[in-house]
């Protein structure tokens, strides 16, 4: 497995934008799919971007497309949420995960490892 920590939640107004941040630990980051997940009080933890090893190949939730751009610099075991246009309803914890297998980036029973999450909270 590997250690995630994610950073780069906050408050902001509607409309602004934020950036998060996921640091993974070890040597081996380029041998894992990435995703962003999320979770609102009372939610089901829903899928929101998901980008390949290689970063070749990105995915993102309808409601998030055009919107949030996934990212990651392999060099820097690092991965990125740059969300644009925020809207109320975004407000949730975000959560980084990595998969070692090649199932459905989508589903959260896919990654095998999970940060700790970071809030954001959009104010209408």
């Known amino acids: 497995q590997v250690q995630l920590v994610e950073s780069g939640g906050g408050l902001v107004q509607a409309g602004d934008s934020l950036r998060l941040s996921c640091a993974a630990s070890?040597?081996?980051?380029?041998?894992?799919?990435m995703g962003w997940f999320r979770q609102a009080p009372g939610k089901e933890r829903e899928f929101v971007a998901a980008i390949s090893r290689s970063g070749g190949y990105t995915y993102y939730a309808d409601s998030v497309k055009g919107r949030f751009t996934i990212s990651r610099e392999n060099a820097k075991n690092t991965v990125s949420l740059q969300m644009n246009s925020l809207k109320p309803e975004d407000s949730a914890v975000y959560y980084c995960a990595a998969t070692g297998s090649y199932g459905d980036p989508s589903r959260p029973h896919s990654y095998d490892s999970w940060g700790q999450g970071t809030q954001v909270t959009v104010s209408s």
């Open positions: 070890g040597r081996t980051f380029g041998y894992y799919g």
